[in-house]
């Protein structure tokens, strides 16, 4: 059962517009979010992420909030360009045997930015 | 170059075959880190290494995958007698640590079973 949920495979908006992607988890231990985006035929890139101790996280145009309490968060890009436009993966991390903490992935939403 | 860098970035290879995947992480990363990423998936993780030692392989599907990292570096990922199921793109990440920063990616090998 997918434990990080992207329950929209794509989303069209407006250059300068505001783009807003969602992602849903199921496991309450999870204690730390990121935000990857990932062009085709290139691996993901590292955007940004936040602490679960945390609600809000801000880094230029992107924002990430977090709702705890609804096992939700949410990235913000504003203003959207058109090199905004990518596939982005929310992910949780995940403590694992040897004490690593493994990333578990959404399945992604295709974000296309319109000039 | 400053990234992590994987080759080949495709592989054909015929059901059967044996198939070995390289990653060079970036240079000082101890944690090293494969995933599996099909069609229209997420990645998934498979297998983490801290510096030479494989702590966690509890993704690796079958025993026909082995990873290994033998000086702390470089690592490769096998997989023996290939099947159709294992097409797939396979992704390599490293990161200072294992429990702080975000993990940086490689390209990826795009690995097609004929």
């Known amino acids: 059962d997918q434990q990080v949920k992207q329950n929209s495979p794509s989303l069209s908006v407006q250059e300068g517009r505001i783009s807003i992607l969602n992602c849903d988890y199921t496991n309450s231990m999870f204690d730390y979010f990121l935000w990857y985006k990932k062009y085709p035929a290139e691996g993901p890139t590292f955007l940004i992420s936040?602490?679960?101790?945390?609600d809000k996280n801000e880094d230029g145009r992107f924002t990430v909030f977090l709702n705890k309490s609804a096992k939700h968060l949410s990235l913000h890009i504003v203003p959207s360009q058109p090199g905004d436009s990518a596939v982005y993966f929310c992910a949780a991390k995940e403590e694992t045997q040897g004490g690593s903490e493994k990333l578990v992935f959404g399945k992604g939403t295709k974000l296309t930015v319109n000039p | 170059g400053a990234g992590v860098s994987q080759s080949p970035r495709y592989k054909v290879a015929k059901r059967g075959q044996d198939v070995a995947l390289r990653c060079d992480p970036i240079s000082g990363h101890v944690s090293l880190f494969w995933y599996q990423q099909a069609l229209g998936q997420g990645p998934e993780f498979l297998t983490y290494?801290?510096?030479?030692?494989?702590?966690?392989k509890s993704g690796l599907p079958s025993d026909r995958f082995f990873a290994e990292r033998p000086e702390g570096s470089v690592s490769t990922l096998k997989i023996q007698r290939t099947q159709q199921e294992d097409s797939a793109v396979y992704l390599c990440?490293?990161?200072?640590?294992?429990?702080?920063?975000?993990?940086?990616f490689g390209d990826g090998t795009r690995l097609s079973i004929l």
């Open positions: 290494f801290q510096n030479e030692a494989q702590l966690d």
């Open positions: 990440a490293s990161s200072l640590s294992g429990t702080g920063g975000p993990q940086h």
């Open positions: 936040i602490s679960s101790i945390k």
